[in-house]
């Protein structure tokens, strides 16, 4: 052992040099316990380990001469035995690796691993004493020794020269030499090789490359080295990386000759096509193997062999995956300098039989047939790597290769394979593509056929579960194709968005997509499978609104968000949101959007926001307030950025005119945040959901607004009880901020009602017609007329609006004076007559109006207001009654049978406008006036056109014997209808005053002389009834109360049996002056003496009469009792 330590890596330290002069000069016996029972899983023969295990001594015997003690300090000495005791520690742990167990090998490992961070030279060298002092230890201990030097070697932060030759001297030793391990020991080996790499790649890159270029097909281990260094990201740094790369494509080049070696070549290609032991991984050497064969294609400059070498390679098997990629791997890098051969291989392959057959073959019978089977994947992937490798060269041959990728997507059996393929193939295509610098510039022909393929490639994904990146990868290539030229038509655009939103949106929840993987021998993990899928949607969208910065593209995704949005699955709701959160999130942070253009519909995106932040799941919540917040922001930049580009416009119109430069071109601008005085601060990310919402009302337009109010028109009649109480809300707000400036409102009444009869949540049923009232107080005549018209039948729910109309007396007065403009509004129907049918009274809104007018007495809201206006609704529903006469309608419109069963079943006849008229008058107290009609059964006379005059007389003639406190109202709103233009308005007015002319309350409105005038005027009216009821008026006691009286009288004394009854006639008739005063006055006395007490208190009490007339005859007859006392005629007095 001491013989060989001349040949040893000395060290260049204090620490090394008294390492070596541990091994070298010192031995010192050390216990060491026999090792433990060998539980390897390894498969090395038993004899083999028992052999190792007794070669190996039991003690450790270190020695030291005692003049080279007695020449050491005592500090140096407690130096010397520390690393004494480590190197021996280290030496018996690497003695154990032999027998340890899997778990004990572990921490055997790891232990050295700790002592190397410390003492890595120690270690290292006494690894290295190791393999010398022990020549014959079993394939096994050394396959674990490398294990662990490897270990050392990373862990290491400088390996010395000395020690690098010596291990790579080592390491190639061994990792070409045949064990009963097999590749594991080679590999091992070699990993010592790829650890080297770390600190000195390019003495270890020489080595290989001598190795490589011999002639004779390099051996598997020396593949394997050069595949970790091609694969590895970690031993190189990216200067280092490009120089091996390029090294590599030198070995190419020099070994371009061993293409024409008939042994080489065979050797090559049996190499690649020998199955590995698992096909489901590619082996390091495989995969380097054929990126090297590539390469010495690429640099071939004889197109003939390399098409020969390519249909060799072709002509093998396609059955297993990392095969396929490495063949198409292999084309792809010849295609960087032979694209044409290479596509002239493709094409002549995917013509041949095989293939051919394998496009109309989906379940292959043998093994020849599965060797075929996915023929077309590889030549997919082909295609795609031919892409990725031509570079420059690619884009006058991107159409062809789509057209020949989209051809074997819609003709190859359909598995899991090919759409994988498909894609992968496609990604690569377009990552060439967007590396090209023409893309921009350049028209594709074939990039619609491609998107079809992406929609039903995604259209077929299983829609209850998430297993692989199909759909992420499917909307990476649909993002990269909305950058090319020509641009995607919107009905092409409108398939995409919807086949994304579905298949990402309606996956069922995570923990039911992790339940379908459980079995899974490899689980994916399903939430960053998500979470990339949803980014990958993003990233769509943001591609979509980036080439179209316009607010028209803005409303169009959106507009296929809605119905997500709007979703009954809260999940489906919650992803959506998100999606448009991140959207807007986007605009606001880039500023992408033309200031100068302004949003279309954005109150729509308002509205659902405004909903969703009630949403009952805190995520979509906060999603949507989170969104609204960037809303507002946007919303705010962008006025912001419209006012600037105003004030700058006159600047840019003239340098334009100067130059010929473009006004504005959006791509120009840069993406830069506003600072806090040009745009609104972070504070609107502290305000609640409804507080945002109002925040950006305030900056609505009048046609957002009513976009906005429309969309939560439309929120009511949802089947979510929390949309349809947001929509309840957001619909109040809106109005009662910006109710009196909103249009359309008649529309939104009607759409309002719609809603409202699904509307089960009392809160918000409230809620939407307190919205009523308060638009009711700027546009009551509109909502009086869109009512009116939805009003015939009534039903509860439009009742409901109704009262909501008038729930403040304000407008409750104005509903009622509208209703009574429309019920004057009362066309007759052309050519109406008897015989001729009326058109349908909902048509007619007077008719509507006086359902409406019955209706509203009974309501509490307008209680006060019928009060109020009871001398317009009498007069007016009186003349509605003759109108509704005149067109033919006595009682409800219904057919013939409907009809004769309401006669029979209804002791009541009578129209709607009497059943008005008669719950005015009873709803207002005026409970004598109906009584006096409905005790004589007069209530009959209205409902014919014949008895109808008769039937007001006799109204208006109770309302005078019972002192109606009424009678001054009705008269001032009879008199301008006596010059109404319509007959029937001046008939009812003229009838009623006649009948009034009886009341003392006539003359506190009417003097006798305007009433003559009025009555006068009657005379000369065109109609025929007007004029007859003039005249009667005329002969009113009013007028000749002395007539009236003498007929009176003479009735009396017949009744009463006087004498004389033929004088008293002529008396009464012709006679005038004092001396028939006298005869009428004595005959009273003379003929009813016992009735004088009763005559002279009756004159008494009608001194104080309103009628001055009145008054001044019961002074006469007093006056003339005083006279005849006086002359002693009568004796009456005194008695009296």
């Known amino acids: 052992m001491d013989g060989q330590c001349s040949e040893r890596p000395h060290s260049r330290t204090p620490t090394g040099r008294m390492s070596s002069a541990v091994s070298q000069n010192s031995r010192i016996s050390l216990p060491v316990s026999t090792s433990t029972k060998d539980s390897s899983c390894m498969k090395v023969p038993q004899d083999s380990a028992h052999r190792d295990r007794c070669s190996h001594p039991t003690t450790i015997i270190l020695h030291k001469s005692q003049s080279s003690q007695a020449t050491l300090m005592p500090q140096e000495h407690r130096m010397f035995m520390t690393e004494a005791y480590s190197a021996a520690t280290c030496f018996k742990m690497l003695q154990d690796m032999n027998s340890a167990d899997p778990f004990h090998l572990k921490y055997i490992i790891k232990k050295i691993k700790n002592m190397a961070h410390g003492s890595p030279k120690l270690v290292m060298e006494t690894i290295h004493d190791y393999f010398i002092d022990n020549p014959e230890i079993s394939s096994r201990h050394k396959f674990r020794l490398f294990q662990t030097l490897e270990t050392v070697i990373r862990a290491s932060d400088i390996l010395e020269e000395t020690w690098e030759k010596t291990f790579t001297r080592l390491a190639l030793?061994?990792?070409?030499?045949?064990?009963?391990?097999?590749?594991?020991?080679?590999?091992?080996?070699?990993?010592?090789?790829?650890?080297?790499?770390?600190?000195?790649?390019?003495?270890?890159?020489?080595?290989?490359?001598?190795?490589?270029?011999?002639?004779?097909?390099?051996?598997?281990?020396?593949?394997?080295?050069?595949?970790?260094?091609?694969?590895?990201?970690?031993?190189?740094?990216?200067?280092?990386?490009?120089?091996?790369?390029?090294?590599?494509?030198?070995?190419?080049?020099?070994?371009?000759?061993?293409?024409?070696?008939?042994?080489?070549?065979?050797?090559?290609?049996?190499?690649?096509?020998?199955?590995?032991?698992?096909?489901?991984?590619?082996?390091?050497?495989?995969?380097?193997?054929?990126?090297?064969?590539?390469?010495?294609?690429?640099?071939?400059?004889?197109?003939?062999?390399?098409?020969?070498?390519?249909?060799?390679?072709?002509?093998?098997?396609?059955?297993?995956?990392?095969?396929?990629?490495?063949?198409?791997?292999?084309?792809?890098?010849?295609?960087?300098?032979?694209?044409?051969?290479?596509?002239?291989?493709?094409?002549?392959?995917?013509?041949?039989?095989?293939?051919?057959?394998?496009?109309?073959?989906?379940?292959?019978?043998?093994?020849?047939?599965?060797?075929?089977?996915?023929?077309?994947?590889?030549?997919?992937?082909?295609?795609?790597?031919?892409?990725?490798?031509?570079?420059?060269?690619?884009?006058?041959?991107?159409?062809?290769?789509?057209?020949?990728?989209?051809?074997?997507?819609?003709?190859?059996?359909?598995?899991?394979?090919?759409?994988?393929?498909?894609?992968?193939?496609?990604?690569?295509?377009?990552?060439?593509?967007?590396?090209?610098?023409?893309?921009?510039?350049?028209?594709?022909?074939?990039?619609?056929?491609?998107?079809?393929?992406?929609?039903?490639?995604?259209?077929?994904?299983?829609?209850?579960?998430?297993?692989?990146?199909?759909?992420?990868?499917?909307?990476?290539?649909?993002?990269?194709?909305?950058?090319?030229?020509?641009?995607?038509?919107?009905?092409?655009?409108?398939?995409?968005?919807?086949?994304?939103?579905?298949?990402?949106?309606?996956?069922?929840?995570?923990?039911?997509?992790?339940?379908?993987?459980?079995?899974?021998?490899?689980?994916?993990?399903?939430?960053?499978?998500?979470?990339?899928?949803?980014?990958?949607?993003?990233?769509?969208?943001?591609?979509?609104?980036?080439?179209?910065?316009?607010?028209?593209?803005?409303?169009?995704?959106?507009?296929?968000?809605?119905?997500?949005?709007?979703?009954?699955?809260?999940?489906?709701?919650?992803?959506?949101?998100?999606?448009?959160?991140?959207?807007?999130?986007?605009?606001?942070?880039?500023?992408?959007?033309?200031?100068?253009?302004?949003?279309?519909?954005?109150?729509?995106?308002?509205?659902?926001?405004?909903?969703?932040?009630?949403?009952?799941?805190?995520?979509?919540?906060?999603?949507?307030?989170?969104?609204?917040?960037?809303?507002?922001?946007?919303?705010?930049?962008?006025?912001?950025?419209?006012?600037?580009?105003?004030?700058?416009?006159?600047?840019?119109?003239?340098?334009?005119?100067?130059?010929?430069?473009?006004?504005?071109?959006?791509?120009?601008?840069?993406?830069?945040?506003?600072?806090?005085?040009?745009?609104?601060?972070?504070?609107?990310?502290?305000?609640?959901?409804?507080?945002?919402?109002?925040?950006?009302?305030?900056?609505?337009?009048?046609?957002?607004?009513?976009?906005?109010?429309?969309?939560?028109?439309?929120?009511?009649?949802?089947?979510?009880?929390?949309?349809?109480?947001?929509?309840?809300?957001?619909?109040?707000?809106?109005?009662?901020?910006?109710?009196?400036?909103?249009?359309?409102?008649?529309?939104?009444?009607?759409?309002?009602?719609?809603?409202?009869?699904?509307?089960?949540?009392?809160?918000?049923?409230?809620?939407?017609?307190?919205?009523?009232?308060?638009?009711?107080?700027?546009?009551?005549?509109?909502?009086?007329?869109?009512?009116?018209?939805?009003?015939?039948?009534?039903?509860?729910?439009?009742?409901?609006?109704?009262?909501?109309?008038?729930?403040?007396?304000?407008?409750?007065?104005?509903?009622?004076?509208?209703?009574?403009?429309?019920?004057?509004?009362?066309?007759?129907?052309?050519?109406?007559?008897?015989?001729?049918?009326?058109?349908k009274k909902t048509y007619l809104r007077s008719l509507a109006a006086m359902n409406m007018l019955h209706e509203l007495q009974f309501a509490r809201e307008f209680k006060q207001a019928v009060q109020e206006a009871y001398p317009k609704l009498f007069v007016a529903l009186l003349t509605q009654m003759h109108y509704v006469l005149e067109l033919n309608l006595p009682g409800e419109a219904q057919p013939k049978p409907q009809a004769q069963e309401a006669a029979v079943s209804s002791p009541q006849s009578c129209s709607t406008s009497l059943e008005a008229l008669k719950s005015l008058l009873s709803t207002t107290g005026h409970w004598h006036d109906f009584a006096h009609l409905e005790l004589q059964g007069s209530w009959e006379l209205f409902t014919s056109i014949h008895t109808y005059l008769k039937g007001v007389g006799l109204l208006a003639r109770a309302m005078v014997q019972n002192h109606c406190k009424q009678i001054t109202a009705v008269l001032r709103q009879l008199l301008p209808s006596l010059q109404s233009p319509e007959e029937r308005e001046r008939k009812v007015a003229i009838l009623i005053l006649t009948e009034f002319l009886y009341s003392p309350a006539l003359l506190e409105v009417l003097p006798k002389q305007a009433a003559l005038t009025v009555l006068a005027q009657g005379l000369r009216d065109p109609s025929p009834e007007v004029r007859v009821l003039s005249l009667q008026g005329l002969s009113n006691i009013l007028f000749h109360a002395d007539k009236q009286a003498k007929f009176a009288f003479y009735r009396c004394a017949v009744l009463l049996r006087w004498r004389l009854l033929h004088t008293l006639f002529c008396t009464l008739a012709w006679e005038r002056g004092l001396s028939a005063r006298h005869f009428l006055w004595t005959c009273l006395m003379t003929r009813s003496q016992e009735e004088f007490n009763i005559h002279l208190s009756q004159a008494l009490s009608y001194l104080h009469s309103h009628s001055c007339h009145i008054k001044t005859w019961a002074a006469l007859f007093i006056g003339r009792v005083a006279d005849a006392e006086c002359c002693g005629h009568q004796p009456a007095i005194p008695h009296f």
């Open 173 to 839: 030793e061994n990792m070409t030499k045949a064990t009963e391990l097999e590749d594991i020991y080679q590999d091992a080996a070699s990993n010592v090789l790829v650890a080297i790499c770390r600190h000195s790649w390019r003495a270890v890159a020489q080595h290989l490359e001598t190795e490589l270029l011999t002639g004779v097909f390099p051996h598997r281990s020396l593949l394997y080295v050069m595949g970790i260094l091609s694969s590895s990201e970690e031993l190189f740094s990216q200067e280092d990386k490009a120089c091996w790369e390029e090294q590599l494509i030198q070995m190419a080049i020099k070994s371009v000759p061993f293409l024409s070696t008939d042994v080489w070549s065979k050797e090559l290609l049996w190499t690649l096509t020998t199955p590995s032991w698992t096909q489901q991984e590619q082996s390091p050497e495989k995969a380097f193997l054929f990126t090297y064969y590539g390469l010495i294609l690429q640099a071939e400059k004889n197109g003939a062999t390399v098409r020969r070498h390519l249909q060799a390679l072709l002509e093998t098997s396609h059955q297993w995956p990392k095969q396929r990629e490495g063949m198409a791997l292999t084309l792809g890098l010849a295609a960087t300098r032979h694209l044409d051969d290479v596509w002239a291989v493709l094409d002549q392959f995917g013509r041949s039989r095989p293939v051919r057959w394998s496009l109309h073959s989906s379940s292959p019978k043998n093994s020849e047939d599965l060797r075929w089977k996915w023929a077309s994947s590889t030549i997919l992937l082909a295609y795609g790597q031919v892409a990725a490798k031509a570079r420059a060269h690619i884009l006058p041959w991107v159409d062809n290769i789509v057209s020949r990728m989209v051809f074997y997507f819609h003709y190859s059996s359909w598995d899991e394979t090919l759409k994988q393929s498909f894609l992968t193939a496609t990604l690569m295509l377009m990552g060439a593509v967007s590396r090209s610098e023409g893309a921009h510039s350049y028209e594709f022909s074939q990039t619609s056929e491609l998107l079809q393929c992406l929609m039903v490639l995604m259209e077929k994904e299983p829609q209850d579960t998430l297993c692989t990146r199909s759909r992420q990868q499917a909307m990476h290539i649909a993002s990269s194709l909305c950058k090319l030229r020509p641009p995607i038509d919107l009905e092409r655009k409108s398939q995409l968005l919807s086949t994304c939103f579905r298949s990402v949106f309606a996956l069922p929840l995570l923990d039911a997509l992790e339940k379908h993987t459980c079995l899974f021998l490899e689980p994916p993990n399903i939430q960053s499978l998500y979470s990339r899928t949803t980014e990958a949607l993003d990233l769509m969208l943001q591609s979509l609104i980036m080439q179209n910065p316009t607010a028209e593209e803005l409303h169009f995704l959106l507009s296929h968000l809605y119905i997500w949005l709007a979703s009954e699955k809260a999940h489906e709701r919650q992803r959506a949101v998100h999606s448009c959160m991140i959207l807007l999130k986007f605009l606001n942070h880039n500023g992408y959007l033309d200031p100068k253009e302004n949003f279309k519909r954005i109150g729509q995106l308002v509205g659902i926001l405004g909903m969703l932040c009630q949403d009952p799941d805190r995520a979509t919540q906060h999603c949507s307030l989170e969104g609204a917040s960037h809303l507002y922001q946007l919303l705010m930049r962008h006025k912001i950025e419209a006012l600037q580009a105003e004030s700058q416009a006159p600047k840019e119109l003239s340098q334009a005119h100067s130059d010929g430069a473009p006004l504005w071109n959006s791509r120009d601008q840069k993406a830069t945040p506003l600072g806090p005085q040009e745009m609104a601060k972070n504070h609107i990310f502290q305000l609640c959901g409804s507080q945002v919402i109002k925040e950006i009302m305030q900056q609505l337009t009048l046609a957002e607004l009513n976009d906005l109010i429309w969309t939560a028109i439309d929120g009511l009649g949802s089947t979510n009880p929390f949309r349809v109480q947001a929509a309840s809300e957001m619909l109040l707000t809106a109005i009662q901020e910006h109710g009196a400036k909103l249009e359309m409102v008649s529309s939104m009444a009607q759409a309002i009602r719609l809603r409202l009869c699904s509307v089960r949540i009392p809160q918000a049923k409230e809620k939407t017609l307190h919205a009523i009232t308060l638009l009711a107080r700027s546009h009551t005549r509109e909502l009086v007329a869109t009512f009116l018209d939805i009003s015939i039948p009534l039903d509860s729910h439009t009742f409901q609006l109704w009262r909501a109309l008038g729930a403040e007396q304000p407008t409750s007065h104005l509903v009622l004076t509208t209703l009574l403009a429309w019920l004057q509004e009362r066309p007759l129907p052309t050519g109406a007559s008897d015989s001729s049918p009326c058109p």
